[in-house]
């Protein structure tokens, strides 16, 4: 894992940090924030991957969000959006299931599906909504 985070910004405001994360399936480059001082949340989710791997664990994907649904309930969420940005990235080329059967599977309400994969609730129908009130013309 690779980070690039420009030296020179402000000690306190978070960054935009790229991690090149490889895995047996290709590489992917993650953007993710990163506050300075704060542990970095893609090491942190790596780490849990990492620990289910040598625990043994029958699906060490399962395992890792389902610790990572643990710790961002007790407040620190940027583990589980790190490990999100990865694994969207990685359903997308089709080396996993789909990312809602994925976090369906670690016990993820439906709401919180659509909340971490950015969807809001009635998109679809404003954007209906909004094309039918558009003139064309």
Do not use: W, Y
């Not at 990685?90 to 299931?97: D, F, R, S, T």
Request: net charge negative; proline share 8%; hydrophobic share 45%.
């Amino acid at each position: 894992m690779t980070n690039r985070i420009h030296k020179d910004s402000p000690q306190d405001e978070p960054l935009q940090g790229t991690h090149v994360v490889q895995t047996p399936f290709g590489v992917f480059h993650v953007v993710i924030a990163l506050t300075p001082g704060q542990p970095d949340p893609m090491a942190f989710a790596m780490k849990c991957f990492e620990e289910a791997v040598q625990a043994g664990a029958t699906d060490p994907l399962l395992a890792t969000l389902q610790r990572l649904k643990a710790v961002a309930q007790s407040g620190a969420g940027e583990p589980l959006q790190a490990g999100i940005a990865l694994l969207s990235q990685m359903c997308a080329a089709g080396v996993l299931p789909p990312l809602e059967t994925l976090l369906g599977a670690a016990g993820f309400a439906p709401e919180e599906i659509a909340r971490l994969m950015g969807r809001q609730e009635g998109t679809i129908d404003l954007l209906r909504k909004r094309a039918d009130d558009v003139n064309l013309n």
